[in-house]
């Protein structure tokens, strides 16, 4: 048994796994003709990128999608509000666009159907999409709860907003002459 797949095959396989996922008919929403597809050693699919971008992953442990912003913003535009979406306050929209976690305290409102582990939009006031990541709580204990994180953000909305600490470049480093006065 071969485990390659054809293009459309690989393309009705992870448009299947969306519309499972997050309901209705996303997976034509999320993944349009034209997407490429990257393979694990195995021949599966593991990302779906589409124009250069990286709209999801299929994670191995589970065969779930992990959305990344570009996806997000599709599913956002498919998917009517409050569905998976957790509003957060317009004060920390900022700081969550950079990639960093929503936290309960400063979640607004939240689609009640959302369950921990869901891949989440987190979206700030006029329903703008700021982030997109895993809910760590229900969309009630997200309401309900005072203090812990709510969503961990995965990748945020602003440039290069990847969740994880990018140090900006520095134009004046001199990596030569940082490393001169040093007795190696």
């Not at 996922?21 to 997976?27: A, E, R």
């Not at 956002?76 to 900022?94: F, K, Q």
């Amino acid at each position: 048994m071969s485990t390659g797949y054809s293009k459309n095959s690989s393309l009705a396989r992870v448009q299947a796994i969306a519309d499972y996922q997050f309901g209705g008919l996303c997976g034509t929403a999320l993944f349009p003709e034209g997407c490429t597809f990257l393979l694990s050693t195995t021949g599966r699919v593991r990302q779906i990128l589409y124009e250069g971008g990286r709209l999801a992953t299929v994670r191995a442990s589970d065969g779930r999608l992990t959305v990344g912003i570009e996806g997000a913003r599709r599913l956002h535009a498919a998917l009517p509000a409050p569905g998976y979406r957790v509003i957060i306050r317009d004060d920390v929209a900022e700081f969550v666009a950079q990639g960093k976690n929503a936290f309960a305290k400063h979640v607004v409102a939240a689609d009640p159907q959302i369950r921990a582990g869901d891949e989440v939009l987190v979206v700030a006031g006029g329903d703008r999409l700021v982030a997109c990541g895993a809910a760590l709580l229900s969309g009630a204990e997200m309401l309900a709860f005072n203090y812990g994180a709510a969503v961990r953000v995965r990748q945020g909305s602003a440039k290069n907003a990847s969740g994880k600490h990018q140090s900006a470049p520095d134009e004046d480093d001199d990596e030569e002459a940082r490393h001169a006065g040093r007795a190696d």
